[in-house]
């Protein structure tokens, strides 16, 4: 059998990269974006401000691979900070943008605009996050990217939330969070 190709159409569309912590979502992201660089389209990366682990002009990758960002507080502050004759728009951590997210993606692949979000899809009690569910349902493409499980070395699709509070949004990294598979996972309570 002749395995699936997502075939490298011109013209806007959605692609999704999902997962849980620690499974590669920024580095699929970047090395997406870059390819379009190489391929002389214009980019735009945007991050959210509430993501303070890195500096606030760039995207980085847990390998220390950057890409100059835009950091916004919301998804009307990323439409409005667009460029003009943008052919591609990278958003990282899009779990914590707001709801109005969904639509902007939709209206920029409806201009043309070739969209690639990452985010987690699921919080640290395994429940949808943020606008990523209603933003996979309307993707061309989505790509679940796993981690690899820190307790038994299998595939890991949670994010096992290990320190911290009962906050659906807390910012980190392995100082409260680890990558579990089902069977490792256990719900956190603070």
């Known amino acids: 059998m002749e395995s699936l190709r997502i075939p490298d159409l011109a013209g806007g569309r959605i692609e999704v990269i999902a997962g849980g912590m620690f499974s590669g979502k920024s580095e699929e992201l970047v090395r997406r974006l870059r390819r379009a660089v190489i391929a002389r389209q214009r980019v735009q990366t945007f991050k959210p401000r509430v993501d303070t682990r890195d500096p606030p002009e760039f995207l980085v990758t ?88 820190v307790q038994c070395g299998g595939t890991a699709s949670y994010s096992q939330r290990i320190a911290g509070s009962d ?24």
Do not use: W
Request: glycine share 8%.
């Open 62 to 149: 847990r390998d220390n691979r950057r890409l100059a960002a835009l950091t916004v507080s919301s998804s009307l502050e990323l439409v409005g900070r667009l460029e003009e004759g943008v052919q591609v728009v990278g958003i990282d951590e899009a779990q914590f943008f707001d709801p109005g997210l969904v639509d902007a993606a939709t209206k920029l692949a409806d201009r043309g605009v070739r969209v690639i979000i990452a985010g987690l899809d699921q919080d640290y009690l395994r429940r949808p996050f943020g606008p990523m569910p209603a933003i996979m349902a309307l993707a061309e493409h989505v790509d679940k990217v796993h981690a690899i499980c």
């Open 167 to 190: 906050e659906q949004v807390q910012v980190g990294d392995t100082e409260h969070y680890e990558a579990r598979c089902r069977d490792c996972y256990v719900p956190f309570h603070s």
